[in-house]
């Protein structure tokens, strides 16, 4: 069991957090924001940072080749849908996309937005871990995560 703690603070014990969530057993701060057959898409939960959305497979997979091809077609699909719901209802114009596959927990892209206050850290893959820490440790309050769960909202509205 590994002991997470969540943007709101709270802290979960769970064996692999991605399963936990696309299974409905720790609900994401927002809910979910697109659910497919394969996919769970939903505001990232340890950084409370507009539109920062994960898209989890549902199957306890680690590696993208080890998708069906159903899941991988709904994979392009479903990422291209959230992304498309980015740029139009939040003004989202740019996006890194992360996907390793020696995490703990499964197969899961981050959909990490970059906005203005973000390039005081640079503007290369080097630079996501700090933006994430800064989120965390300074922009963890009531009026961004308002703006936060407004984002998941607009998302959700947009895609479903």
Not at 51 to 60: D, Q
Not at 116 to 139: Q, T
Request: glycine share 4%.
């Amino acid at each position: 069991m590994r002991k997470l703690t969540l943007s709101s603070g709270k802290t979960v014990e769970v064996e692999c957090l991605s399963c936990a969530l696309t299974s409905g057993l720790i609900e994401p701060d927002g809910g979910v924001i697109l659910e497919t057959e394969y996919f769970h898409a939903h505001q990232d939960v340890a950084y409370p940072i507009e539109g920062l959305v994960i898209l989890a497979s549902k199957r306890h997979v680690k590696c993208l080749d080890e998708l069906t091809d159903e899941e991988r077609l709904d994979y392009i699909n479903v990422m291209t849908r959230i992304r498309e719901a980015q740029r139009r209802v939040l003004g989202i114009e740019y996006v890194y996309y992360f996907y390793n596959e020696d995490t703990t927990h499964h197969f899961h892209t981050w959909m990490v937005p970059r906005y203005d206050w973000m390039n005081e850290f640079g503007r290369s893959v080097e630079s996501i871990r700090p933006v994430l820490l800064h989120a965390r440790n300074h922009k963890n309050t009531i009026e961004n995560n308002q703006r936060v769960m407004s984002a998941i909202e607009a998302l959700k509205t947009a895609l479903n």
